[in-house]
């Protein structure tokens, strides 16, 4: 293999501490990259209890011809499994007050193990040594599986697949009735011994599906000694149940998994073997089986006792062994003393967006749909890459990578290139921005943070931005514990790219205005209290007088801009107040160009007050912890990009606040009045229409009784002030004799007015 010599790689391996496999493993290596068999047979002449001259040599001539075959790579794993460390692969130097840190599981230190003596027990009851065993690992009820009868295979003795429809009780009532458990579980071969199976069946077969609880699994290892295997297994404190001595080179361990189905009695299977090979205990993988047999205690096996050696020892469940094996390698550092640095504090980071974040810290955009939220952070990465300003804040200069998780790859390009165009800055430093486009690709957070990592590992990134984060939250929006564990995953993100992380979020259902910008957001309050700056984007309604002022000014902004466009000085014809005056600029463009030309400005003042209908204007509150409170920030949202209001004239405009219900009410009867009195004045309004157009005098009484009420009745449909009822009896007098009948005759052109 390349850049190694395989010989030296092997040094680093002891052969005794490899199974059966891996031993078999390393040879094909060595054949497969030009060694020779007794550059294999040397190696393994180590291991004194397992070598057998001339077994190399008859194994080396069947290697060869895999399609998928082992290579030395093989070999520099086993080693660097083993803790060796080539000296190119260390990437550090270690000072000479270095720390070296246990890596993540280790318990045990090998160089420290001493052994554990077993010795067999001196009374020898047979069937003590298995009733023990059933009460500790079954209940009365449950199947037992376990096989006397075995059968020669390669100079081994083999199990059937035994006897599995026996309860536990009844195992264990016969036991006591019976002199000899022979008479119980039948003659076995006293050169093979006996096996059981270490978790209860239906009593219908014996394979993985015939399993009813997932409660242990088998750990045994044959190529330690029997003492430090004893002393490994009870150093990590392993949820053993039964320890049996096998009779044999190997303890057989059954521990508690406590799984609930076969999918987390594999991972947590996965995650014990990982555990005890880390500390040196090499498992025969074998056993991952859940129906799997171990050696039946109380048998004799070619001159020696399966015994028990212990039950019931180390943590008494896998969550409290989980819990203690996560504590002891927490990787947390340790409590500081103050005093220690008071005189010399680390320097903070620097910002990242001026009076607002830091580098290496967490912002939250949100805002309800349409905000242009998405917008906003494309315009942020754009600031970071030039080094400009953003929405008024100053940005740090620096490479971003915006992670695009709601976006088609080509709208997501176009918008960025948009937003240049509409701020008008010149791409100068666009190589600063990378885009991940995961639309349609997007997973879990917890699953995304270790590949952006991996991903943005050593690109210098001085912030991520991820937009949107409900493409990728984990859990229940609403639960505090399960949103505290996602925004978790945003500071490993941080923590390992030394970087910035910005992410965007919606705003829950309803009126926001009346509330604090941290408790606009949708879901657990989580999401407003984790990050360090929490940018909160609310609208605001635009009256019609503010939009009329709006439009007037993009007109005259129009026409200032043609005229530019077209002549000459032609500002000393018009004074200053005329060119902030849409009429003024209208008429003097109207004397001022050729029919051609004004018709093209039509176009452009039409574009204009499109526009102005078009944008939304936006207020921006905020909540920071590591900088003062600012002001909030108006702006208008003019696709594609968000402009300061400079002027000031979104200030004082208050945004929705939702009512109480009673107030809702109360402004919905005097809604529908106002709605009834209108309409029963346009009832009026159209009969009396039809009076005048038929040209015939009308009573009062008539009239009103077309309209279903009485002339009374009449005044109040036309306003409820003292002013108005008194113009409106004025105007009725006119057409009232003095019999009291009163007649409603047609009116001349300005009587009508």
Known sequence: MEGYD?????????????????????????????????????????????????????????????????????????????????????????????????????????????????????????????????????????????????????????????????????????????????????????????WIRINPLDGKDVRTENVTEFRYVLVESDVMEIEKQNAVIRELELPVACLVHS???????????????????????????HICEKNGLKIDTQNRNPSRLSRMPGIIRNGRKQFLVDTNIGKA????????????????????????????????????IENILRQGHKMLVAGPSKAGKSYALIELCCAIAEGRSWLGWQCTKGKIMYVNLELDRASCLHRFKD?????????????????????????????????????????????????????VITGDENSADQMANFCNQFDKVCTELNC??????HHSKGSQGGKRSMDRASGSGVFARDPDALLDLIELDLNDDLLKQQEDSAVCDACISFLNRHFDEWEDDVSQDALCSRAQMESYCKKKLTAGQYST?????????????????????????????????????????????????????????EKPAWQKAADNRKKQAENNRLKKRNNFEIEFSNIEMEGREVSAQELAEKLDTNPKELLSWFGDSKRQKKELRKDFEKYTGEDGKSYIRRRDESAHD
């Open 6 to 194: 395989l010989l030296e790689v092997l040094q680093q391996i002891d052969p005794a501490g490899l199974s059966y496999q891996e031993w078999v493993n390393a040879g094909m290596a060595l054949k497969e990259e030009g060694y020779t068999a007794a550059d294999w047979e040397a190696w393994s002449r180590r291991d004194a209890k397992r070598y057998h001259q001339g077994e190399c040599s008859r194994k080396w001539d069947s290697f060869g011809g895999a399609a998928d075959p082992v290579t030395g790579g093989t070999i520099v794993q086993m080693a660097k499994d083993h803790e060796w460390l080539p000296e190119h692969d260390t990437g550090y130097e270690l000072e000479w007050d270095g720390i070296i840190r246990k890596d993540a599981g280790m318990i045990v230190d090998k160089n420290w193990l001493e052994s554990r003596e077993i010795t067999a027990p001196d009374a020898w009851d047979p069937k003590e040594q298995l009733i023990t065993y059933l009460e500790t690992l079954f209940d009365s009820t449950e199947c037992v599986g376990y096989v006397t009868h075995s059968f020669e295979k390669d100079e081994k003795h083999m199990p059937t697949k035994g006897l599995f429809d026996r309860t536990a009780g009844k195992l264990i009532q016969e036991l006591h009735k019976a002199k000899d458990i022979r008479d119980v579980i039948g003659d076995y071969d006293q050169k093979a011994g006996a």
């Open 247 to 273: 009779g044999g080179k190997s303890l057989h361990a059954v521990v508690r998994v406590d799984a609930a189905d076969y999918k987390e009695y594999k991972n947590r299977v996965d995650y014990l073997y």
């Open 317 to 352: 469940s896998w969550k409290e062994w989980q819990e203690w094996i996560e504590g002891i390698n927490d990787d947390l550092p340790e409590p500081e003393p103050l005093v220690d640095v008071w005189d010399n504090l680390p320097e903070l980071s620097p910002p990242l």
């Open 419 to 471: 937003v240049y165009m509409a701020l008008g800055w010149h791409p100068d430093s666009i190589n600063n921005i990378d885009i991940w486009n995961l639309r349609g690709r997007s997973i879990p957070m917890d699953k995304l943070a270790p590949k952006l990592i991996r991903r943005a590992a050593k690109k210098n990134y001085i912030a991520v931005v991820i937009d949107p984060i409900y493409k």
């Open 500 to 505: 910035a992380v910005v992410y965007c979020h």
């Open 601 to 657: 400005l039509e176009a452009m003042i039409g574009a204009a007050k499109k526009k102005v209908q078009e944008q939304t204007a936006w207020r921006i509150e905020g909540t920071l912890r590591e900088f003062p409170k600012f002001a909030p920030v108006n702006l208008w949202f003019d696709h594609p990009v968000h402009r300061m209001d400079t002027i000031g004239v979104l200030r004082d405009i208050q945004p929705d606040v």
